[in-house]
């Protein structure tokens, strides 16, 4: 009999998704960047503060470190699990006797 349930499952989910989804993020940055790429100019970087390299750099640098802090979480969420399941037993043997 089971009291108590902490499903983590939609979470891993959730993350095992969003990570998938990334190489269609990059497809489309990189779709952008070739546009610009054909209209780019000097007036244009000016006007923006920083080149188009410059804001590829950036975009790289923040999903690497999105992708780094999703997979952080697997294994808290990993933890929060057992600990459920764990206090669970516990809880389910203090009520049976």
Do not use: C
């Not at 108590?4 to 989804?21: G, N, P, R, V, W």
């Not at 590829?56 to 399941?85: C, D, F, G, H, W």
């Amino acid at each position: 009999m089971t009291l108590i349930k902490f499903d983590t499952e939609q979470i891993s989910a959730i993350a095992s998704a969003t990570l998938a989804h990334q190489g269609e993020w990059d497809a489309i940055w990189q779709d952008v960047k070739t546009k610009l790429s054909g209209v780019v100019s000097d007036a244009l970087d000016a006007a923006t503060g920083m080149s188009l390299e410059e804001r590829s750099a950036r975009y790289n640098q923040k999903t690497s470190l999105y992708a780094q802090q999703l997979m952080s979480r697997a294994p808290a969420t990993s933890q929060v699990a057992a600990i459920a399941e764990q206090t669970n037993v516990a809880m389910v043997k203090t009520l049976t006797g």
